[in-house]
Nanobody, 118 residues
Framework: QVHLMESGGGLVQAGGSLRLSCAASGVVRRINTMGWYRQAPGKQRDLVAHITTDHSANYADSVKGRFTISRDNAKGTVYLQMNSLKPEDTAVYYC??????????????WGQGTQVTA
């Protein structure tokens, strides 16, 4: 299985920027998609952005043009650069990784979450 450790959340003024990082650890055959989800109080957890091994990225409409996801395959790390933050971006942000274990089964792992408040 993969353990995910997030960092970089915090409190920022509206219009400011934050950069989230998520490092994966553990022995797996392959990590396919890595991504970020967020959950505001009383709401469901929604996709923010995800990125494939070949760096193909997909974004929620609400963050397009403001957020950028990137990935370092060698380090097993995914980043989320968040610019022009809005109050509605306030949420707990969760890192996600999906791939294949050494036993050739699928895994779907989550981080513990990091609070972003704008």
């Amino acid at each position: 299985q993969v353990h995910l450790m997030e960092s970089g959340g915090g409190l920022v003024q509206a219009g400011g920027s934050l950069r989230l990082s998520c490092a994966a650890s553990g022995v797996v055959r392959r990590i396919n998609t890595m991504g970020w989800y967020r959950q505001a109080p009383g709401k469901q957890r929604d996709l923010v952005a995800h990125i494939t091994t070949d760096h193909s990225a997909n974004y929620a409409d609400s963050v397009k043009g403001r957020f950028t996801i990137s990935r370092d395959n060698a380090k097993g790390t995914v980043y989320l650069q968040m610019n022009s933050l809005k109050p509605e971006d306030t949420a707990v942000y969760y890192c996600n990784a999906r791939g294949v274990t050494m036993a050739v089964t699928d895994f779907d792992s989550w981080g513990q979450g990091t609070q972003v408040t704008a």
